[in-house]
């Protein structure tokens, strides 16, 4: 056996995403020959390679139709060893796009003095929301949320800082629909643990694997009532930030004139915001998928991590992928 030791760069796109070929040989050489024979993977690849042209001609602030794109890609063509070969290629940096500028706008200021978690608890649908892609999905849904004392449950999420979330945490579980691209929608779900140590009236950090990929949030809750909460999320994907906003209601409710004209003010005077610009969400509605029976999408997240800057879905190309084979059969030989 020989090994190849030289590293060889490949650009995707000038400028949307540079992949390291003699990084992935040398570190998800396995994960690769796992995930090539699946023909999902190599349908990804192609769909997602699509996506850089996008990214460059973006010009939303937070690449929202790059977003889009891939989001739509890895619904469509989502496999487990796909999955785990993102995920390697993420934890051992071997692929870069450049920095974007960006910023949480939240404070601890913007937060109410007496909530936390618990303000979740329980059910809710999303009403309305501030991001025009994350929080526009439809029929978001928080199925449950309740405190566990099941160390081995709460313990499956680890934190980089603190290590595995500890006896009591929060169980969240919750969906919403996601675009094919084919423009039909599937179901998507997940099962999230929560610290259960953060005081009242403080952000929450939380960390959670979504389709492979590594994300650490912060959430600050504006405003909570037994009808609706006010969520704020800065989601740290890249060195730039998701900003979004959700406006949660407990299932059967109908805000009223009052409640609508106080969540319109907590946005205006907090934020500067204007809350007729948020989208309306389809919720409770025969519209929204049902969770399958044998529950193949409710997943749960792995060791979590913060995602290095720079670092965002790798995608390979026909080409890449042809490389790539070459060079790993090379240190077979």
């Not at 099941?150 to 675009?179: H, M, N, R």
């Not at 997943?299 to 490389?323: C, N, W, Y």
Request: proline share 6%; aromatic share 12%; net charge negative.
């Amino acid at each position: 056996m020989r090994a190849i030791v030289a590293t060889v760069a490949f650009a995707a796109s000038t400028k949307a995403q540079d992949m390291n070929i003699g990084c992935l040989l040398g570190h998800c050489g396995l994960e690769f020959a796992a995930a090539v024979p699946d023909p999902k993977f190599i349908a990804n690849s192609i769909c997602e390679s699509g996506c850089t042209k996008v990214y460059d001609e973006d010009t939303t602030p937070e690449k929202l139709h790059y977003q889009n794109c891939t989001t739509t890609c890895a619904v469509s063509h989502e496999s487990e060893a796909g999955d785990k070969f993102l995920a390697c290629a993420m934890d051992h940096n071997c692929v870069s796009f450049p920095p974007i500028p960006g910023n949480c706008p939240y404070k601890k200021e913007h937060v109410q003095p007496d909530s936390s978690l618990a303000s979740l608890s329980g059910e809710w649908w999303q009403h309305r929301g501030k991001n025009e892609l994350w929080d526009c999905y439809p029929c978001q849904h928080i199925h449950s949320m309740f405190q566990s004392n099941d160390a081995d449950f709460c313990a499956k999420t680890i934190f980089p800082e603190t290590g595995p979330v500890q006896a009591p945490c929060w169980s969240y579980s919750y969906s919403y629909d996601l675009y094919h691209t084919d423009g039909t929608t599937a179901y998507f779900g997940q099962t999230w643990q929560l610290p259960g140590n953060v005081e009242a009236g403080n952000p929450i950090d939380i960390y959670y694997n979504y389709m492979g990929s590594w994300h650490n949030e912060t959430w600050y809750i504006f405003e909570a009532t037994d009808n609706y909460v006010l969520l704020g999320d800065c989601s740290y994907m890249m060195d730039w930030v998701d900003v979004g906003s959700i406006v949660w209601v407990r299932p059967g409710h109908v805000l009223s004139d009052d409640e609508n004209a106080r969540i319109k003010s907590v946005y205006a005077d907090k934020l500067g915001w204007e809350y007729d610009d948020f989208c309306y969400d389809t919720h409770e509605s025969d519209e929204c998928h049902t969770a399958p029976s044998f529950g193949e999408r409710i997943q749960k997240p792995r060791r979590a991590h913060k995602t290095p800057p720079g670092t965002r879905r790798p995608v390979l190309t026909l080409e890449e992928i042809t490389t790539l084979k070459g060079m790993l059969s090379e240190t077979l030989v």
